[in-house]
């Protein structure tokens, strides 16, 4: 049998399996954000196309806000859309950390990350900071990706209400959320000696 390539993650699974939501989940988050692109320009088709040939995530949300904003706003819809914007590109934030990130676990102190992405932007030595998740950590972020999901559906469900192509919706726009800790302070979980960045000078 082939070794594993994720054996921190077979020792945490439960951490492991949010992860995978959350990696997975945020796709679900552009789509709906290119759902809401299609209602402002009533050409669901194009915004597709135009949201989906943009190169990285960020290119796709800078489109969509050009595009956005201004239809959201002149429908009385700014702040609400605002906030969606805000919460995904927070969501984008907690899933780039993950995407771009190496593992390591430590059988007293649990599951820790490091952001390769970050770290290559360090101007002099790169310096490996690992950084501590569990399981209440990841869920108040999966439960903020859902507050993003939730936001996005509401904005498109109620322009498209006022502009009369719906007669009514059960959506609401939800209660702000406060944004979730990207990952535990170490203080709390302090970082195994093997991965101490003053053990390594």
Not at 54 to 78: P, V
Not at 149 to 178: A, T, W, Y
Not at 192 to 201: E, H, R
Request: aromatic share 10%; net charge neutral; charged share 25%.
């Amino acid at each position: 049998m082939s070794r594993l390539i994720m054996p921190a993650f077979e020792r945490y699974p439960e951490e492991a399996a949010i992860i995978g939501r959350l990696l997975a989940g945020y796709g679900e988050i552009e789509f709906e954000l290119s759902t809401c692109l299609g209602e402002a320009l009533n050409d669901i088709n194009t915004a597709h196309r135009a949201f989906y040939r943009m190169r990285n995530e960020s290119q796709r949300l800078d489109l969509a806000d050009a595009i956005m904003q201004r239809k959201y706003e002149e429908a009385n819809l700014g702040d609400q859309y605002a906030d969606a914007l805000g919460a995904t590109r927070f969501c984008r934030r907690i899933r780039n950390q993950f995407a771009h990130c190496h593992w390591f676990d430590d059988p007293k102190g649990g599951l820790f990350f490091t952001d390769l992405q970050k770290s290559a932007q360090a101007t002099r030595e790169i310096m490996l900071r690992f950084r501590h998740v569990d399981p209440p950590q990841l869920l108040s972020q999966e439960a903020y990706f859902c507050y993003a999901s939730d936001c996005l559906v509401f904005l498109h469900n109620e322009l498209k209400k006022l502009k009369g192509r719906l007669k009514i919706h059960s959506f609401s726009m939800p209660q702000k959320l406060q944004r979730p800790s990207l990952y535990n302070p170490s203080e709390a979980h302090p970082i195994p000696s093997a991965l101490d960045p003053a053990s390594q000078k």
